[in-house]
């Protein structure tokens, strides 16, 4: 518990509910769902784009030729 209290204090949460999305600061968990929403929603896109994406999986078809994965 006290190791839980401690990266709560690194990411700088003070109360609880709170929410830390991708290292952000924290924000309250007392939100409107439609908040909460749209914070997420916010938040979980600007993650997406500055994530590196790897290359399409391959997978072998029936003759055992790789192609890209669907």
């Given amino acids: 518990m006290r190791a839980d209290e401690r990266r709560a204090a690194k990411y ?6 709170s929410l830390v999305i991708g290292g952000q600061p924290p924000v309250s ?3 409107s769902p439609e908040e909460l929403h749209r914070l997420l929603t916010r938040r979980l896109a600007a993650l997406d784009s ?3 994406h790897p290359p399409p999986a ?3 078809d ?3 030729d790789q192609r890209p994965a669907r």
């Fill in 12 to 17: 700088g949460v003070t109360g609880v509910p």
């Fill in 29 to 31: 968990g007392v939100q």
């Fill in 50 to 52: 500055a994530a590196p």
């Fill in 58 to 60: 391959k997978m072998a």
């Fill in 62 to 64: 029936d003759r055992g």
